[in-house]
């Protein structure tokens, strides 16, 4: 089933990266992939704006089937591929709305962490100290929250619960760039920890950014925070 699979990706991208993950834990090891470069625009290629006219990534083909939202694409593996590998949505309403609820949040988190870290794209006429340090201020208080969510749910837990679901899954490529942009640990102490737990997990690290093994630190984009 997996060779009738095309997925177009790029290294370190969290979108992209939660695909990868949904695939392996669905164990749909074996599927077509090609590895794009954002900074050489290969994403914005003909055969890419010919399964997606956004020309963005991720891009995922399976079979006549092309869905290209990181979300939809891990909802739809889960869905089409229930009974195989890990069962990342469960039965019960109440855990599955949590489950939907921290993947739905993860938008938040990714967008704050964004505005911080990659902050040196905004235009150079377009900077502001005052924009950035409301943009710091508000990921801090997004940390918090997610930081409390983990508390609530006690020692060694996931981000549903005591098992691993779609929302580890999409939140975890976020999440594993807080260490490597040296974001202080105190100002997310249980995100850290969750973070060790997870980063060995084998889909996870079967799926781990290239150029992150090459490279594991990052710029000190968070290192002020």
């Not at 150079?124 to 609530?152: F, P, Q």
């Amino acid at each position: 089933m997996a060779q009738s699979m095309m997925l177009y990706w790029g290294s370190g991208s969290p979108p992209c990266w939660r695909v990868m993950i949904a695939l392996e834990e669905k164990m749909l090891q074996g599927y077509n992939h090609k590895l794009l470069s954002f900074e050489k625009k290969e994403h914005k290629s003909e055969e890419v704006k010919a399964l997606n006219p956004r020309a963005e990534l991720p891009t995922f083909k399976h079979g006549d089937i092309v869905v290209n939202e990181s979300f939809a694409a891990c909802l739809y593996l889960e869905s089409a591929f229930k009974s195989q590998g890990t069962r990342l949505i469960p039965d019960d309403p109440a855990e599955q709305a949590l489950v939907y609820q921290r993947v739905f949040e993860t938008n938040n988190l990714q967008q704050k962490m964004y505005d911080v870290a990659f902050y040196d794209h905004v235009p150079e006429g377009e900077r502001h100290e005052s924009a950035l340090k409301r943009n710091k201020e508000s990921l801090i208080a997004e940390l918090k929250l997610w930081d409390g969510y983990l508390e609530k749910m006690g020692k060694g837990s996931y981000l549903a619960g005591k098992n691993f679901t779609m929302a580890d899954v999409v939140c975890f490529p976020v999440i594993a760039y807080f260490p490597r942009l040296h974001c202080p640990r105190e100002r997310c102490p249980r995100l850290m920890e969750y973070y060790e737990m997870l980063k060995d997990r084998p889909s996870i690290k079967a799926s781990w950014p290239p150029h992150w093994l090459e490279k594991p630190e990052g710029p000190d984009t968070l290192k002020n925070l």
